[in-house]
Nanobody, 119 residues
Framework: QVQLVESGGGLAEAGGSLTLSCAAARTKFETLAMGWYRQVPGNEREVVAITRLDGNTYYGDSVKGRFTISRDAAQNSVTLQMNNLAPDDTATYYC?????????????WGQGIQVTVAP
């Protein structure tokens, strides 16, 4: 089990910015990917941004050009800079990590952190 510690989030006005951070306890296993998903009650969890071991990043269509993900491999942490926020960005944001453990891919999730964007 990998514990993920999320921080940041909170309340912002439309057009404002927030930063989310997530730190994972270091293990002997290789981190394949790390990033953020979000979920609104009644909807499926959707990808926000993912950074992979090969350095590639992936962004959900709705956040492209506004959000930036960065990873500190030494700290095994990831930061999501969210700019030009919109009310539709209101959701619970979940940190995500995929490790390669003993020949298998294992996924872990943070507890979630609330982001609310006021009109």
């Amino acid at each position: 089990q990998v514990q993920l510690v999320e921080s940041g989030g909170g309340l912002a006005e439309a057009g404002g910015s927030l930063t989310l951070s997530c730190a994972a306890a270091r293990t002997k296993f290789e981190t394949l990917a790390m990033g953020w998903y979000r979920q609104v009650p009644g909807n499926e969890r959707e990808v926000v941004a993912i950074t992979r071991l090969d350095g590639n990043t992936y962004y959900g269509d709705s956040v492209k050009g506004r959000f930036t993900i960065s990873r500190d491999a030494a700290q095994n942490s990831v930061t999501l800079q969210m700019n030009n926020l919109a009310p539709d960005d209101t959701a619970t944001y979940y940190c995500y990590i995929k490790n390669f453990e003993m020949g298998l891919e294992s996924e872990y999730w943070g507890q979630g952190i609330q982001v609310t964007v006021a009109p």
